[in-house]
Nanobody, 120 residues
Framework: QVQLVESGGGLAQAGGSLRLSCTAS????????VGWYRRAPGKQRELVAE???????NYADSVKGRFTISRDNAKNMAYLQMNNLKPDDAAVYYC??????????????WGQGTQVTVSS
């Protein structure tokens, strides 16, 4: 079972950048899809970005062109580079890993979350 710890959150000004990191423990990290979700106050958790084991990335429309998801399997790490931050990006960001079989998700793990605050 993979265990996840996020880091890199904090306060940024609108237009600024932050890079979130997700450290995974356990084995076979390369076999897992990696995703970043966020939950803003009063809103439901939403997908920000997901990266397949083969390197294909999927982004929410609201972050396309501004955020980049990546992974380093040798280090058991995943990242979310966030540029041109907007106040609407403020949320708790969660890293997740999962196995996929078609549309089926299984063996999913979540991190504890890291707070991102964006000042206008």
């Amino acid at each position: 079972q993979v265990q996840l710890v996020e880091s890199g959150g904090g306060l940024a000004q609108a237009g600024g950048s932050l890079r979130l990191s997700c450290t995974a423990s356990g084995s076979q990290f390369s076999l897992y899809y990696v995703g970043w979700y966020r939950r803003a106050p009063g809103k439901q958790r939403e997908l920000v970005a997901e990266l397949s084991t083969g390197g294909s990335a999927n982004y929410a429309d609201s972050v396309k062109g501004r955020f980049t998801i990546s992974r380093d399997n040798a280090k058991n790490m995943a990242y979310l580079q966030m540029n041109n931050l907007k106040p609407d990006d403020a949320a708790v960001y969660y890293c997740t890993t999962m196995r996929r079989l078609g549309t089926l998700k299984y063996d999913q793990t979540w991190g504890q979350g890291t707070q991102v605050t964006v000042s206008s």
